[in-house]
């Protein structure tokens, strides 16, 4: 794909957004990163995103992630432990597992605790909120650390919650700029798990594998806990096409962060966040997305052919 190709695809996914929103979902409350590869990820690794043609739009603007932090999270989990900084028990794999297959905003809160020290409880006097926030840091310092270009502008320092935090956790939201993500920092960030350069991308990758949600779907009929793709991105995929991905939702946002294998060989990674309540409540449009990105990835294989 080329520039050209990449703007005919930006055109379709824009206007569908603004027809079927009534206006409501316009082009500046949408941010979207792609990176296409004729081979899988997991078998050719291109180098850094840097290093690779990319496409992208309002890719580094700033937004309240959702869920999709919960990878971010992840990742400091696998680096953690290797560098020795963090030794992981059953119970901390588990609430990992939970954390990325279910998104469970319970499993994230104790694990932002265990990895920076600092947990959720009551709330604290100012000098022991201090501390606990400097502590709460921890993940973020990692990420600053790492010098990434892709990773600036960014915050991962809160957990996520089903209605709110409270206790500290709550006093920390008054204290300290929220989470915030760009879809360049989770397009580098999922490029990197699947191509191997990651802590422990086999195990991240696993947990990240949605074919089981797809398959007890076909089955049942029935979404499965936590699914992440209905009404996401990999809904307007075929079953053909291998899926692991990590999507956020809130009352006012809904975003998904896709790797994605296709039956002709062809991969691609992508990432569309939308900072919108329509878009929060709507369930349709994101498949179609994902269908019209799929689409292109294909188009372009055989136009390259």
Same mark, same amino acid.
């Given at each position: 794909?080329?520039?050209?190709?990449?703007?005919?695809?930006?055109?379709?996914?824009?206007?569908?957004?603004?027809?079927?929103?009534?206006?409501?979902?316009?082009?500046?409350?949408?941010?979207?990163?792609?990176?296409?590869?004729?081979? #899988?990820?997991?078998?050719?690794?291109?180098?850094?995103?840097?290093?690779?043609?990319?496409?992208?739009?309002?890719?580094?603007?700033?937004?309240?992630?959702?869920?999709?932090?919960?990878?971010?999270?992840?990742?400091?989990?696998?680096?953690?432990?290797?560098?020795?900084?963090?030794?992981?028990?059953?119970?901390?794999?588990?609430?990992?597992?939970?954390?990325?297959?279910?998104?469970?905003?319970?499993?994230?809160?104790?694990?932002?605790?265990?990895?920076?020290?600092?947990?959720?409880?009551?709330?604290?006097?100012?000098?022991?909120?201090?501390?606990?926030?400097?502590?709460?840091?921890?993940?973020?310092?990692?990420?600053?650390?790492?010098?990434? #270009?892709?990773?600036?502008?960014?915050?991962?320092?809160?957990?996520?919650?089903?209605?709110? #935090?409270?206790?500290?956790?709550?006093?920390?939201?008054?204290?300290?700029?929220?989470?915030?993500?760009?879809?360049?920092?989770?397009?580098?960030?999922?490029?990197?798990?699947?191509?191997?350069?990651?802590?422990?991308?086999?195990?991240?990758?696993?947990?990240?594998?949605?074919?089981?949600?797809?398959?007890?779907?076909?089955?049942?009929?029935?979404? #499965?806990?936590?699914?992440?793709?209905?009404?996401?991105?990999?809904?307007?995929?075929?079953?053909?096409?291998?899926?692991?991905?990590?999507?956020?939702?809130?009352?006012?946002?809904?975003?998904?962060?896709?790797?994605?294998?296709?039956?002709?060989?062809?991969?691609?990674?992508?990432?569309?966040?939308?900072?919108?309540?329509?878009?929060?409540?709507?369930?349709?449009?994101?498949?179609?997305?994902?269908?019209?990105?799929?689409?292109?990835?294909?188009?372009?294989?055989?136009?390259?052919?």
């Amino acid at each position: 794909m080329d520039k050209a190709g990449f703007g005919i695809l930006l055109d379709g996914i824009i206007s569908l957004a603004v027809e079927r929103s009534g206006g409501k979902l316009e082009a500046g409350d949408i941010g979207i990163a792609l990176a296409i590869h004729d081979r #899988p990820l997991r078998v050719v690794d291109p180098g850094p995103l840097s290093s690779i043609l990319s496409f992208s739009y309002r890719c580094d603007v700033p937004v309240y992630p959702a869920s999709v932090v919960k990878l971010f999270c992840l990742h400091a989990f696998t680096a953690f432990e290797a560098m020795g900084r963090f030794t992981p028990n059953d119970e901390d794999r588990r609430a990992a597992r939970a954390m990325i297959e279910l998104s469970s905003n319970e499993a994230t809160a104790f694990l932002m605790g265990r990895l920076t020290g600092a947990f959720d409880g009551p709330c604290l006097d100012d000098d022991a909120l201090t501390e606990w926030l400097r502590d709460r840091h921890g993940v973020q310092d990692w990420l600053t650390g790492l010098r990434k #270009p892709e990773f600036r502008d960014i915050n991962v320092l809160h957990a996520t919650y089903e209605d709110s #935090p409270y206790g500290c956790a709550y006093q920390a939201r008054s204290r300290s700029p929220g989470n915030r993500l760009t879809a360049r920092a989770c397009l580098a960030l999922m490029h990197d798990i699947a191509r191997g350069a990651s802590s422990s991308p086999g195990w991240m990758m696993e947990l990240m594998d949605r074919t089981r949600e797809r398959q007890t779907f076909a089955e049942t009929g029935i979404p #499965p806990e936590g699914d992440q793709v209905r009404g996401f991105l990999g809904e307007g995929m075929p079953e053909s096409t291998r899926l692991w991905s990590k999507a956020g939702h809130t009352s006012w946002t809904r975003h998904d962060l896709v790797y994605a294998e296709t039956a002709s060989g062809r991969s691609f990674v992508a990432c569309v966040m939308t900072d919108s309540r329509w878009s929060a409540a709507d369930t349709t449009l994101f498949p179609d997305i994902g269908r019209l990105i799929h689409e292109a990835v294909l188009e372009d294989g055989h136009n390259q052919a």
